[in-house]
């Protein structure tokens, strides 16, 4: 196989020039969205475009539209729009931010996802930064902003699903209630079960749930290295190994 492609079980994208590589974390939240029903969603923060064909793999009804500040991110995930062209009809690629897109879209959606930037990139790295360090790190885009804007663009029975570093939890809970957003899932992942929770999946809606959240675990390898049942069968439609 060819290095710089990632094969999933029906498709493959080309895994080369985008800032962000196909990682866990993006196939994991591309996996776990509630988007069956969803006729319009927005990838913020597309990369390569690996969230929204998976997403357009699960749901071929759904217009899909990916958004990255990264030209090279856009290229690639246009790219692979042409190698996966009867999979990606209702997928569209933009290179804008996500405050610009605010301003022109014009439209609201069923369905937001996003894998964004987890760390502030002041405390990492001295500038002038690159495109891959912009990628995984709060730099053009804080989460005050994210929830701000994704507030915006949701339709009012509509969803943001995101994955974010678990250590930032008190920061979204603290942001989502300042901009009338209500935590209706969430999933706490870890590397193994003996592990502390590394990683956090989070659905919000604009309306508060009669219910309380549903809260679940998920451990990515069992103790001997073996990768968990349920880890297999979150993503067994994806992976060619499973």
Same mark, same amino acid.
């Given at each position: 196989? @060819?290095? *710089?492609?990632? +094969?999933?079980? *029906? &498709?493959?994208?080309?895994?080369?020039?985008?800032?962000?590589?196909?990682?866990?974390?993006?196939? =994991?939240?591309?996996?776990? %969205?509630?988007?069956?029903? !969803?006729?319009?969603?927005?990838?913020?923060?597309?990369? /390569?475009?690996?969230?929204? &064909?998976?997403? %357009?793999?699960?749901?071929?009804?759904? /217009?899909?539209?990916?958004?990255?500040?990264?030209?090279?991110?856009?290229?690639? !995930?246009?790219?692979?729009?042409?190698?996966?062209?009867?999979? !990606?009809?209702?997928?569209?690629?933009?290179?804008? /931010? =996500?405050?610009?897109?605010?301003?022109?879209?014009?439209?609201?959606?069923?369905?937001?996802?996003?894998?964004?930037?987890?760390?502030?990139?002041?405390?990492?790295?001295?500038?002038?930064?690159?495109?891959?360090?912009?990628?995984?790190?709060?730099?053009?885009?804080?989460?005050?902003?994210?929830?701000?804007? $994704?507030?915006?663009?949701?339709? @009012?029975?509509?969803?943001? /699903?995101?994955?974010?570093?678990?250590?930032?939890?008190?920061?979204?809970? #603290?942001?989502? $209630?300042?901009?009338?957003?209500?935590?209706?899932?969430?999933?706490?992942?870890?590397?193994?079960?003996? #592990?502390?929770?590394?990683?956090? =999946?989070?659905? &919000?809606? #604009? $309306?508060?749930?009669?219910?309380?959240? %549903?809260?679940? $675990?998920?451990?990515?390898?069992?103790?001997?290295?073996? +990768?968990?049942?349920? +880890?297999?069968?979150?993503?067994? @439609?994806?992976?060619?190994? &499973?």
């Amino acid at each position: 196989m @060819d290095k *710089d492609y990632f +094969y999933f079980k *029906d &498709f493959a994208l080309r895994n080369r020039d985008a800032s962000l590589k196909i990682n866990t974390d993006g196939v =994991l939240l591309a996996a776990w %969205a509630e988007i069956e029903d !969803a006729i319009s969603i927005l990838d913020i923060g597309t990369s /390569s475009g690996v969230i929204a &064909f998976i997403l %357009a793999y699960r749901n071929s009804k759904a /217009s899909i539209e990916g958004i990255d500040i990264c030209e090279n991110s856009i290229l690639e !995930a246009r790219y692979n729009k042409t190698i996966n062209s009867q999979l !990606a009809t209702n997928v569209t690629f933009l290179n804008q /931010s =996500l405050q610009e897109y605010i301003l022109e879209c014009g439209q609201t959606y069923s369905h937001i996802v996003c894998n964004p930037p987890f760390f502030d990139i002041d405390k990492a790295y001295s500038t002038p930064v690159t495109s891959k360090q912009k990628a995984k790190h709060s730099y053009d885009l804080s989460v005050d902003e994210l929830l701000q804007c $994704s507030s915006t663009l949701m339709r @009012d029975r509509g969803k943001l /699903s995101i994955i974010i570093d678990y250590r930032d939890l008190v920061e979204i809970e #603290k942001s989502c $209630s300042e901009n009338q957003l209500y935590i209706s899932r969430k999933v706490e992942i870890s590397g193994k079960p003996s #592990k502390e929770p590394n990683r956090l =999946l989070i659905e &919000f809606t #604009k $309306s508060k749930l009669a219910r309380e959240t %549903a809260t679940s $675990s998920l451990s990515i390898r069992e103790e001997n290295g073996n +990768y968990t049942n349920e +880890y297999k069968q979150l993503t067994k @439609d994806l992976y060619l190994n &499973f």
